[in-house]
Structure formats: C-alpha cells, structure tokens
C-alpha cells in the first residue's frame, strides 16, 4: 500500500474526485494498441469496498496472501485463502505470522517456501510491547505440514533502525527489492535492492535513476529473473493520478530508466502494489478509480452484497488485472 498516508490521501482526494515468467520483448506490446481493459478481480473476497490491496501467490496459484488497510491507514492486514477442489476460495484468515500487530505487502519465493513481509511489531530482544513506529521486513516458512510457522526478523542492513522498509519483493537468486525512506536516497521514498551473497543479505543500494526520482518511488514487484521491475510512483514529471505504475527492463546487466507501464492501467486516481502470477499470465494492481457494477464474477460464497458494498466508490481501493502481454516491456 502507498506509504506517505497523509499525502496520499491528499492526492486521492484531489484525483478521486514467480517460475515461469515470460521476459522476452516480442512477448510484451503496448496496451494502447491492443485495446485491453484493466477487469476488476475478486469481488466479494479480493474486493470488497475496503482499502484492498496487493497478491501474493503460491507457484500453483491455489493459495494467496492478500492485504486490507483501515480507513485511516494507520494498520494493515494480511489475509490467506486457497482455492478448494469445488473451485471455491476459502474464508480469508490471518496467516500465523500475521495475527497480531500491523503487517503487509506479503511477497513469496519462486517456490513458495518462504514469505517475506513487512511488520511494526516490537524486535527480538525488546521489553516493550507496544508496536513500533516504523516498518522492518520479516519473513516466515512454510512447515513440512503446508502450515505456516511463525514470523521471524530479517536480521540484515536493509532494515534502518531509522526508516520504514515497504514491499520486500524477492528475485529467483534471493536479491531483495524494496522501498524504503532510508537516508541517501533520491526522493523521499526509493527503491532499493539488497543482494543475496553467501547465505546473507548485503548493505542496500540505491537503484539510482533508472527507478528512482526526486517524487517517491515505493513498492516494488520484481520479475524472477530481474529481466524487469515494475513500481509504484509519484509527483514525477510523467505522473498521470496520484501515484502510478512503471516499468523498467534490464538489459545486458543495467536497468532502464523506468517509464509508465501504458495506457489504460494509470488513471487520474491511484494505482498501486502491482504484481505478476507465478506463470507470467497476470499483472495484479490496485486503483480507487471509479467503477460502476457489474463487478464481474463473484468470489463470496455464500453471497452477501456486504461484502460489494462501496466497491468502485473512488474512496477506498479495489484489486484489478490485466494480461501481462498486453504490457509493455519498459524502454526501447
């Protein structure tokens, strides 16, 4: 979810009014020539009318992690569901790791194994009980069961004592990119990668200004292979709403410079925390534009026009999808 609240809600107000991933540019056009629409996804269980917001699946996409923020931003949720064999999505629970305090922006390895997210709760070691006043990045493994374990603190230097770290995206090799407010940075959110080295992870480096600008770049979804990076950002020159998705390729080792991911997805309201199915098919975003019913198929079951309720009002966020080859690549 977008992290400088205040201003966000500022602009919205304004506005309102990982296997198997397809990386080669032939496979990628541009969503303006192809004429595809960003569908509303999930109503009833995914969308519901409150602040909704990122997915996070398992390799067999039977399993996903998804998130809810309350009205005033000031906690988030993770939620769990999978898919039965009636092809009906369970009753979303907190996972383990995410039953108490405010925790988000689940990401998963390329095999599902691990979880990475982020978390205010108090560090290993400390007396207080109370919740902290920044975010560091935690994770969690799944147990011999399918079962989740805990939540454990990443003990590495991408988490500043002194800043908040968002959206701990993971690469097939282990390579964390992230967003975070941490000092030496370009704007006053960046994104960051910490590299996986020998079993650790590294110092974080700014990833410059292929991604980065004097407006904030935040929540990052990285391709397994870190053939490109997709990223939510705002108040920069080409900015359409409030906050936008972008896109930047790497190639032949350097990232380039990011740019909007094409019409139809930015709109003058807010689009964020995108992501891509694990089989490369899916680019999952959020946005509180406006949308009028029909919402599309319904995930509820049994049905409960509650939980419809408010969605596509341009006051809380929605989850949308759109076939990742309709998207284009990132620079030419």
């Keep these: 979810m977008v992290r400088n609240i205040g201003r966000l809600m500022s602009l919205i107000t304004i506005a309102m009014l990982f296997h198997g991933c397809r990386t080669a540019s032939s496979e990628l056009s541009d969503i303006s020539r192809t004429g595809a629409v960003p569908e509303?996804?999930?109503?009833?269980?995914?969308?519901?009318?409150?602040?909704?917001?990122?997915?996070?699946?398992?390799?067999?996409?039977?399993?996903?992690?998804?998130?809810?923020?309350?009205?005033?931003?000031?906690?988030?949720?993770?939620?769990?569901?999978?898919?039965?064999?009636?092809?009906?999505?369970?009753?979303?629970?907190?996972?383990?790791?995410?039953?108490?305090?405010?925790?988000?922006?689940?990401?998963?390895?390329i095999d599902g194994r691990r979880v990475f997210f982020i978390s205010n709760r108090p560090l290993p070691g400390e007396t207080s009980n109370e919740a902290r006043k920044s975010y560091d990045v935690w994770y969690a493994d799944r147990n011999a069961d399918g079962s989740w374990s805990e939540g454990h603190h990443l003990d590495a230097a991408l988490n500043d004592p002194n800043g908040n770290e968002w959206s701990p995206s993971v690469a097939?090799?282990?390579?964390?990119?992230?967003?975070?407010?941490?000092?030496?940075?370009?704007?006053?959110?960046?994104?960051?990668?910490?590299?996986?080295v020998n079993g650790r992870y590294q110092a974080p480096e700014n990833l410059g200004d292929s991604a980065n600008t004097p407006g904030g770049e935040i929540e990052p979804w990285i391709a397994p292979d870190e053939s490109y990076l997709i990223i939510s950002g705002a108040r920069r020159p080409d900015s359409t709403g409030s906050y936008d998705l972008y896109i930047s390729a790497r190639r032949n080792g350097v990232w380039q410079k990011s740019r909007p991911i094409g019409a139809g997805i930015n709109t003058r309201a807010a689009e964020f925390n995108p992501s891509v199915t694990p089989d490369g098919k899916w680019l999952f975003f959020s946005s509180n534009r406006p949308h009028s019913p029909p919402f599309g198929p319904r995930f509820d079951n049994p049905r409960d026009e509650r939980n419809v309720d408010g969605i596509g009002n341009g006051k809380t966020g929605d989850i949308y999808r759109i076939p990742m080859r309709t998207v284009t690549k990132g620079s030419h």
């Design 172 to 196: 097939a090799n282990g390579n964390l990119y992230y967003g975070s407010n941490r000092a030496g940075g370009r704007g006053d959110q960046d994104i960051w990668i910490s590299r996986f």
């Design 40 to 109: 509303l996804y999930g109503a009833g269980v995914f969308s519901t009318g409150a602040w909704d917001f990122f997915m996070a699946w398992t390799p067999d996409q039977r399993d996903v992690f998804f998130c809810h923020a309350s009205d005033d931003f000031s906690t988030f949720e993770i939620f769990e569901t999978r898919l039965g064999v009636d092809g009906r999505w369970s009753q979303p629970v907190h996972p383990p790791f995410a039953s108490r305090w405010s925790n988000s922006d689940p990401h998963l390895t």
